[in-house]
Every structure is written in structure tokens, then in C-alpha cells.
């Protein structure tokens, strides 16, 4: 119905903003890392949203970017999460990146990481989410979720040569069990192992010798 409001930032409280558009104020809940990311009442404000409808209700959920959007949609059809447990998800995994002049950006990236990653400790982080909810997300997300769509936005996206795929496939595994080892989350290896381009002579110490370096720049 709506793809995003336009418009000026009246009114701002923990879980809910109030955009004023042609005359008309509309509440639209949002994530906490978004709340963190809005400008002054008073300023413009884009916001992309979504109309979740109910027998007795509708409401407006908003988010800064589309792909936090499509990501937010996923995330409400996963079994036992609803539109308030999508927005605690994005909450808790979202990183900002700044977009433009009216707000800042919070990308979907870190969630789809560690949906890659089968990281269901990071996704339990999220308030209402347990252990059993985040795996079971885990489960219905990741045949979804393309790693070059988790790079698109924060880094080059990954190609997978046609031949030495295979062998490429099994580095990249090999050093992010490696890394993990280390101490490191596997999110956070999948998230830096995303940026390094793998050539026929490398080896799994050299890919975890430049994903240690690259680790150090973050």
C-alpha cells in the first residue's frame, strides 16, 4: 500500500516516530538501532514502510533503507517471529552506514551473516528470541539468503569461479572454523572471509593470515 512516507519528524518516543506528511501524522514503529540513527524533530525524513494488518489493527513499520525492508519481511515469516520480534532482530544485528542527508542507513548485513554463518547465539541476542527460535529461523532463512546479497552493501561482492569453486569453498570453511577457534564469532568470519577474493594459490593460511590482518582494520 505504502512503499515510504516522506516527510517532516514530529514527534519521537522509544519504539515510535510520528512523520507528518500533507497534514497528516503517521505513527511508525521502528528498530531501536534506528531510533539511534534519526535526525532532529523537525527535519525530513524517507522512510520505507510496511503495513502489517490485524483483525483489530494496522500499523506501520518503518525502516531506513529497502533492503532493511525485504530483510524485515523474511523475518516475519519465519515461524513464532512476528513484526515486534523482526524489529528487535534488526535491533540487535543491524550496522549503520550513513546514507544521504536525512538519516542514517542501518544495514540488514550483520543478520544475514550470521544467518550464512548458522550463528543462532548472535540472532538469540535479540530480546524474545531464544535459542530455539533463532535456529529455527536459521533453518527457514538461510536456503534464502545468498552470501553476495550479505556483501552488496558493505563490500565487494564475493565471485565464485566456475572452476576451483569447490576447492575455494572448503578454504573459505576451513578458515572460518580457524578463526573461530581464535575466539572470533562465526558472523564476524563470515563477515570479513566475505571480503577476500580467493585465487587458485591460496591456502588456508594464507586466506586466515589476510582475514587476521583485515580483522585488525576493524
Request: proline share 2%; glycine share 8%; aromatic share 6%.
Amino acid at each position: 500500500m505504502y512503499s515510504y512516507i516522506k516527510g517532516t519528524l514530529e514527534e519521537v518516543s522509544e519504539d515510535l516516530i510520528v512523520v507528518e506528511n500533507n497534514g497528516i501524522g503517521y505513527n511508525i514503529h521502528i528498530s531501536a538501532r534506528m531510533l539511534d540513527a534519526l535526525p532532529v524533530r523537525g527535519e525530513q525524513v524517507k522512510i520505507y514502510t510496511y503495513l502489517y494488518v490485524k483483525e483489530d489493527a494496522f500499523s506501520l513499520f518503518g525502516f531506513p533503507s529497502r533492503d532493511e525492508l525485504e530483510m524485515f519481511k523474511l523475518l516475519i515469516n519465519v515461524s513464532g517471529i512476528g513484526p515486534k520480534g523482526g524489529l528487535a532482530v534488526l535491533s540487535v544485528l543491524s550496522a549503520g552506514v550513513t546514507e544521504g542527508a536525512c538519516v542514517t542507513v542501518l544495514s540488514a548485513n550483520d543478520l544475514r551473516f550470521a544467518i550464512v554463518a548458522e550463528d543462532a547465539k548472535t540472532i538469540s541476542k535479540a530480546p524474545g528470541v531464544g535459542s530455539k527460535t533463532a535456529k529455527r529461523l536459521i533453518i527457514e532463512l538461510k536456503d534464502k539468503i545468498d552470501l553476495g546479497d550479505a556483501i552488496e552493501t558493505g563490500f565487494e561482492e564475493m565471485e565464485t569461479p566456475a572452476a576451483g569453486g569447490s576447492s575455494n569453498n572448503r578454504i573459505r570453511k576451513e578458515a572460518s572454523e580457524a578463526l573461530v577457534a581464535l575466539g572470533y564469532s562465526a558472523t564476524e568470519a563470515s563477515k570479513v572471509l566475505s571480503g577476500i577474493e580467493i585465487t587458485e594459490d591460496d591456502d588456508v593460511e594464507s586466506v586466515l593470515k589476510a582475514a587476521l590482518k583485515n580483522m585488525a582494520l576493524f
